[in-house]
């Protein structure tokens, strides 16, 4: 792997809760971009959103972070980072990358994250995103220009696509994703597996089984806690996202 | 009035398991789900029965290594186990046949002692740190010594009796239904036997439509109270076949199938390019022995 850009791997979104669909992303970007021949992966990030969100039916984050720490205890390489989830405030993307990306320079100096020996070359951040965040660039004013430009330039995205949606598509009919597509890596999922956390909570209030669907210490925490139930689905309802209120963006780089 | 029993309920799921999955694992729990939620049904055990080298599928690995796989994929669960006696057969066995044998042995296990409470006390023992139900909102019994397993909260049943002898189920996918109709795979009086004797209940994705099926044969038509099709929500659509093909590209199946899988699958370096052309040039066992013998 010697001369390739170690590359960092940030995922942003509810993670309510966490699922195995969540970490199969995680483990397919990795194996394209390391097919890539250009990058190694050394890290990844799991960043729950803060719980000003105000989704409908999101729990407090202190539980969605313990939850994620819980299923990724036993990974070797993707970690649970808090700091996004404890802003007073709901922190737009590109913050939140460049939060991550003056750490990562920081620890550069140091060591890398769980013990890896650093690589040579200046390391990079890229954000995973579903297919259905792509689109989101499709609607006229929903994006502030220069954070796409950030986001997708400065930083660049990689991008898992899951059932019928077409990424490849979404690029195209951006102007500003296609002026980026050489910093777009799409990623195609071919096992159909849509483990969505909504499907989750659905099950979980309904009383039906959960297990294979996320990890059995994620299952155990949420039955401790009573976490999704008939009430906790209630939270937010009718609310009107943060970020929408805030600047019309669509904030969640994994829609679920 | 009917809902005054519970019928006691065994699922009975045959195939490579090759290796097990998660989705396989999933049949089990939406199964159990489904029958439980009628009212009808009460489910004490699963039993996964990985098929014999006998069968010879093509990049079908050798039984003592899928069995290993799916004991150690069922170690988590409280209800599920798997059963080795069709794996360790010489001889391919008709899936009718491995239907009976368990039967059979659920019929002698009744008659010594319960052998359900015995399987899940051996479970408990090697998981004592885990919490055996795997039910949500689930209201946990006398603890561990608690031989009857879990009762749900919706479910009022101190007051009701139980059938002794549990029905047996087959518990499939849709691909198995479908496959009813394959030339020379079924013996007909064996999927008779097998749906209109025992049962079966078939996990059917969202859009799949096996109803269709069941109408357009007359045999499955005749015996569709006996089938119980249930639908799955949430596809989740992992095949052994991807599976093996991501292994043996040097991919990443991580949460396809349980941990301790993945490392089994690493330590004995099981699924290559070497390994998926075993087989290759054979007749499958069931299509070798029918279309020879019946006409």
């Known amino acids: ?256 | 009035m009917e809902n005054s029993y519970q019928t006691k309920v065994v699922l009975l799921a045959c195939g490579s398991f090759n290796p097990i999955t998660n989705m396989h694992l999933r049949m089990f729990e939406l199964a159990r789900d489904y029958l439980e939620d009628t009212g009808k049904y009460r489910v004490v055990k699963g039993i996964i029965s990985p098929v014999g080298d006998g069968y010879k599928k093509k990049g079908l690995i050798e039984a003592s290594h899928r069995i290993e796989m799916a004991r150690l994929a069922t170690e988590s669960s409280d209800w599920v186990i798997v059963d080795p006696w069709e794996g360790q057969q010489a001889e391919w066995v008709e899936t009718a046949k491995v239907v009976r044998h368990h039967y059979e042995e659920l019929l002698a296990a009744e008659g010594s002692n319960d052998e359900v409470d015995t399987v899940k006390a051996g479970k408990k023992r090697r998981h004592e740190d885990r919490e055996g139900c795997t039910h949500f909102h689930c209201v946990r019994t006398a603890g561990p010594a608690a031989g009857t397993g879990h009762r749900c909260r919706q479910r009022g049943d101190s007051d009701r009796k139980w059938r002794d002898v549990p029905q047996l189920k087959f518990l499939c996918g849709a691909d198995v239904l479908e496959s009813f109709g394959v030339p020379n795979l079924w013996k007909s009086e064996d999927i008779t036997e097998i749906v209109g004797h025992y049962g079966m209940v078939c996990i059917t994705r969202a859009g799949n439509d096996a109803w269709k099926v069941v109408h357009q044969s007359d045999k499955l038509w005749r015996h569709r109270k006996n089938i119980h099709l249930v639908k799955e929500w949430v596809s989740n659509d992992i095949s052994a076949t991807h599976l093996r093909r991501a292994l043996r590209r040097g991919q990443s199946v991580r949460y396809l199938l349980p941990d301790p899988v993945v490392h089994y699958i690493q330590e004995h370096s099981l699924y290559s390019a070497e390994s998926e052309e075993k087989n290759a040039d054979v007749i499958l066992a069931p299509l070798q022995k029918y279309s020879k013998g019946c006409s």
């Not at chain 1, 409908?56 to 990724?72: C, K, N, S, T, Y």
């Not at chain 1, 980072?81 to 750490?103: A, G, L």
């Not at chain 1, 696509?161 to 890596?185: E, K, Y």
């Open chain 1, 1 to 256: 792997m010697a001369g390739r850009i170690p590359l960092v791997l940030l995922a942003c979104g509810s993670f309510n809760p966490i699922t195995h669909q969540h970490m199969r992303l995680f483990e397919l970007a990795r194996d394209h971009m390391h097919q890539t021949g250009q990058f190694q992966v050394v890290g990844g990030i799991v960043s729950p959103v803060s719980d000003v969100y105000g989704k409908q039916g999101l729990a407090p984050a202190l539980h969605r972070v313990a939850m994620a720490r819980l299923a990724l205890r036993n990974s070797d390489w993707v970690s649970v980072d808090d700091w996004e989830s404890k802003q007073p405030d709901w922190t737009e993307t590109v913050i939140t990358m460049r939060h991550h990306y003056s750490q990562i320079l920081k620890q550069d100096q140091k060591t890398w994250p769980k013990g890896a020996t650093p690589p040579a070359g200046t390391p990079q951040l890229k954000l995973l995103c579903g297919a259905d965040f792509l689109h989101a660039f499709q609607v006229p004013g929903l994006w502030k220009a220069d954070h796409v430009t950030e986001v997708v330039g400065r930083f660049g995205l990689v991008c898992v696509s899951r059932g019928s949606l077409q990424p490849d598509r979404a690029v195209h009919q951006s102007d500003a994703l296609s002026r980026h597509s050489s910093n777009i890596f799409l990623v195609r999922e071919w096992v159909h597996n849509e483990i969505s956390a909504t499907e989750v909570r659905r099950a979980l209030r309904r009383g039906l089984s959960v297990k294979y669907l996320l990890p059995d210490p994620v299952i155990d925490y949420i039955r401790e806690h009573d976490l999704y139930t008939w009430e906790s689905e209630r939270k937010n309802e009718g609310a009107v996202l943060r970020p929408l209120a805030q600047q019309g963006a669509p904030p969640e780089t994994l829609a679920d």
